[in-house]
């Protein structure tokens, strides 16, 4: 037996209340209600005072009625409990998986998504049986238990409180791969997924299912409306040869599934510097490029509009990007005259270089990035490096010496051409003079080396500091003539003071409001529900029994007392 | 000078009234009034229809003689011929506990009766004569005639009130003493009085008074709605008995009370007494025009 409807306590508390309120309706001794007639004698001949029971009689009659009615008030109140009966051994165990991805804050339902799927989930809680259990899971980026296995409403009944919204998309593998680790041992299993269905299409997810056949799965669909478009990328990078403007990369996407038409707009603070309309087919996406923006240190924002309708998801019409103002980087040349290398530093107008004999260094301390020119320093500098050959026989390299001479004409032969500091760069037919061998360690990485494996531009951490090194003499090669040489110089100053030169991006969470797929299809055929009343059969619940007998009871009290068999 | 106070006055419609003027109380023995009226009497007077002859003796009227007989016989008779005399009318009226039962609706339906019956005979030139009663005779009202004095009986019932225990017994008996033979007693009572009415109806009768009973029912007396544990009190004597009212009990005075109504029904027309039996849910018009009529009481 278990009760789906109050508790045992309510139960019992009603039931006592109920009974002494009505012990104490028969306890009184109630006087007989004055009628005038206008001739008693007519009632006098009818004989019925004269048959007066006995006071035994009279007592059992008032018993009977007393006993009628509080079977009536019993029947009435354990219908209230809806009891139904049920195995102990046949108890259910309940994951219930809420979405708290960034789609649920949709309002397309009121109050929202997630509200709705709480309210949900707090009437699967009120409707488990007594030994019922359940986990109640919050999903986003992460899956995280908010109980423990309980039975305990109340317990449950607050972790649902406790749950909102996150920011991150939802993990469908990580959460199904959690329920089903904790339903495992259990027979009578089910999990049941409160989601607007965004979270249907995951592979891992129907692999995991796939595995567990005996866990039933459910879904309570939350969300109406599937119209949604939403700005999936937003990245703006500077032009490296012209810092007052900047190119701003956006993705739109339509979730929807109607073609949508729409407008993008992007701002600094309040000022509109852009605005494109775009048609989207349905589930497609558009990138759009946005040239020679005006740079400026106010945040960037970018926000669409649907030409008509309303979008039920608002949260993801907007993007907003922090570039921040560009930053002035303190460089030391330390360099005896090398005008590739001084051309170079007056590309980039946040560079403020001051240049050093290299028999005038004594530290690098004050500066973000030092320069070492055909020289090494006594001891390795705290900052980022960069080093270029010649190298003299002392001083501290961040390399060591590989043992032999130096290398003749050597070649670009293997070159990492995916590397930030190389990416889309001509260097296979740089010439150079001589280059210095070195050894690298373990953790270094080179960049470009020869046929032979002789590192040409390394790249490593010393203390701590990221050091570059170019094992030969510029003034010793044809590379500052090349259309490649800025380029590779800015990308490894940039790179050398923790930025990335190529692009600053930034990814908005992947919404999707619906989806058209049914959670059948994740299993490839439905699973039948275990634990949701709406599946008990009929008969097993008592309260349409107990409601019957209260009539019955109500329909024999009624007969007897106008019969007279009662009082 | 203030005027006295305006006594109140039973309210009766006045086209009713005026259809009550085509209509005559019925008597089926002849009038015997003192004074001049329109019915028949046994009185061989100074009427219109002849009656018959008879001897003429020294001091009769010579104008009465019948000189045609005399000429065939020669022998004087004189010309007899029907009075026509007044009707004595008697209402008596039961002023008792037992009409003031449901607020009242049998006496007031009795006396609206009553009014009609009387305003019958003061347009037909009866004597009209109003007997309150309940354990006594109350205070009566003394013999009116001529449509002029009714509002004389319309006043005088508007003021009547019940109160008391029921005896006809005793208003018969006075009435008997005082009624002129082949009057009419008009008896007016909800009929819980089963003997007394009874009795009293045989005293008319020995009296020569003919006695018609308009027995007034209420269907909420005769199906009363109750139930439950009940203190019974009787509205007449204030008498108590507690009673537990089941629809068992319910269906037994409901059969009690027709038979003691069919017993009475029967008693009377074994004492060949009219008797019409009314009830208070009966418009007064359908009970007069209609009831009234069919039992012959009016014509």
């Known amino acids: 037996m278990r009760w789906l409807g109050l508790d045992a306590t309510t139960l019992a508390l009603t039931l006592l209340g109920a009974g002494a309120a009505l012990l104490l309706l028969y306890l009184q001794k109630r006087p007989a209600r004055r009628v005038v007639v206008p001739a008693l004698a007519l009632w006098s001949t009818l004989g019925d005072e004269r048959r007066r029971p006995s006071a035994w009689l009279s007592r059992a009659r008032r018993l009977v009625s007393l006993l009628l009615a509080l079977g009536i008030v019993s029947a009435l109140v354990l219908a209230l409990g809806e009891p139904e009966r049920v195995d102990p051994a046949q108890a259910n165990n309940l994951v219930l998986l809420l979405d708290c991805s960034p789609s649920m804050a949709a309002r397309d339902v009121a109050p929202s998504r997630i509200e709705q799927a709480k309210t949900r989930a707090r009437r699967l809680v009120r409707q488990l049986g007594a030994h019922d259990q359940a986990w109640i899971v919050g999903l986003g980026d992460s899956a995280t238990p908010l109980t423990s296995r309980t039975r305990d409403k109340a317990t449950l009944l607050r972790a649902i409180d406790r749950l909102s919204t996150q920011e991150q998309p939802a993990d469908l593998t990580l959460g199904v791969q959690l329920a089903l680790d904790l339903l495992a041992p259990f027979a009578r299993a089910e999990l049941v997924l409160l989601s607007d269905g965004a979270l249907l299409d995951s592979a891992g997810a129907r692999t995991a299912l796939a595995r567990a056949p005996k866990i039933a799965v459910r879904q309570e669909r939350v969300g109406t409306s599937a119209r949604n478009v939403a700005i999936t990328q937003l990245a703006a990078r500077p032009y490296l040869l012209d810092h007052a403007h900047r190119e701003v990369l956006v993705t739109v996407q339509n979730f929807g599934p109607a073609n949508e038409s729409l407008r993008l707009q992007v701002f600094a603070a309040d000022v509109l510097l852009a605005q494109e309309h775009i048609a989207l087919a349905a589930a497609a996406s558009a990138t759009r490029v946005l040239a020679d923006l005006p740079a400026s240190d106010a945040p960037l924002r970018a926000r669409l509009e649907l030409d008509q309708g309303t979008d039920v998801l608002r949260g993801d019409d907007a993007a907003l990007m922090h570039v921040g103002r560009e930053r002035t980087t303190r460089v030391l040349a330390v360099s005896a005259d090398n005008r ?160 990335s030169a190529t692009e600053s991006r930034v990814q908005t969470a992947t919404l999707r409001a619906e989806s058209s797929a049914p959670v059948g299809d994740l299993l490839g055929a439905p699973r039948t529900a275990v634990a949701h009343r709406s599946h008990t059969p009929w008969l097993e619940q008592l309260w349409p029994v107990l409601l019957a007998l209260a009539l019955l009871l109500l329909v024999l009290e009624w007969f007897t007392f106008h019969r007279g068999y009662t009082e | 000078m203030p005027s006295p106070p305006t006594a109140a006055v039973l309210p009766l419609e006045p086209s009713f009234l005026r259809r009550l003027e085509s209509l005559a109380l019925v008597s089926r023995k002849l009038a015997s009034g003192s004074e001049r009226g329109e019915r028949k009497s046994r009185r061989a007077g100074s009427g219109i229809a002849f009656a018959t002859h008879r001897a003429y003796a020294p001091g009769d009227d010579i104008r009465f003689v019948d000189w045609k007989v005399f000429t065939r016989s020669e022998r004087l008779y004189v010309k007899q011929f029907e009075e026509e005399r007044d009707l004595a009318v008697h209402l008596l009226v039961d002023c008792s506990g037992s009409m003031a039962h449901e607020d009242g609706a049998k006496l007031g339906y009795a006396k609206q009766l009553a009014a009609a019956l009387g305003y019958i005979a003061l347009i037909n030139l009866d004597r009209v004569s109003v007997q309150p009663f309940a354990s006594r005779p109350l205070p009566r009202l003394a013999p009116l005639r001529g449509r002029n004095r009714a509002l004389v009986l319309l006043r005088f019932l508007a003021a009547l009130e019940a109160e008391g225990t029921t005896d006809l017994r005793a208003v018969a008996e006075a009435l008997a003493v005082r009624a002129a033979p082949g009057s009419l007693a008009y008896v007016l009572t909800d009929g819980f009085d089963t003997a007394g009415l009874l009795e009293g109806a045989d005293r008319l009768r020995y009296a020569r008074v003919s006695p018609v009973v308009l027995l007034i029912g209420d269907r909420r007396e005769a199906a009363p709605a109750l139930h439950g544990e009940l203190s019974l009190v009787d509205c007449e004597s204030g008498e108590q008995r507690t009673l537990r009212v089941t629809e068992r009990v319910l269906a037994r005075y409901r059969a009690a009370y027709q038979a003691r109504r069919s017993e009475l029904l029967g008693a009377l027309a074994q004492r060949q007494v009219p008797t019409v039996e009314l009830s208070v849910e009966v418009p007064l018009e359908r009970a007069v025009l209609d009831l009234l009529r069919r039992g012959g009481i009016v014509s």
């Open chain 1, 340 to 499: 590739y290398l001084e051309a170079a530093l007056l590309l980039d107008d946040t560079l403020e270089v001051d240049q050093l004999a290299p028999a005038a260094y004594r530290s690098s301390a004050g500066y973000d990035l030092v320069i070492f020119d055909g020289t090494l320093p006594r001891e390795p500098p705290g900052t980022p490096a960069l080093y270029l050959g010649p190298f003299p026989g002392s001083g501290s390299a961040p390399l060591p010496r590989a043992p032999g001479a130096d290398l003749g004409r050597p070649f670009f032969d293997h070159v990492q051409r995916e590397h930030p500091l190389v990416r889309e760069l001509s260097l296979a037919d740089v010439n150079v003079g001589h280059a210095t061998r070195f050894v690298l360690l373990p953790s270094d990485n080179a960049i470009a080396a020869t046929a032979d494996r002789v590192p040409l531009i390394v790249e490593g951490m010393r203390e701590g500091k990221p050091f570059v090194l170019l094992s030969f003499d510029l003034r010793d090669s044809d590379l500052p003539l090349r259309a490649a040489f800025p380029l590779f110089f800015l990308r490894t100053l940039a790179r050398l003071r923790g930025e």
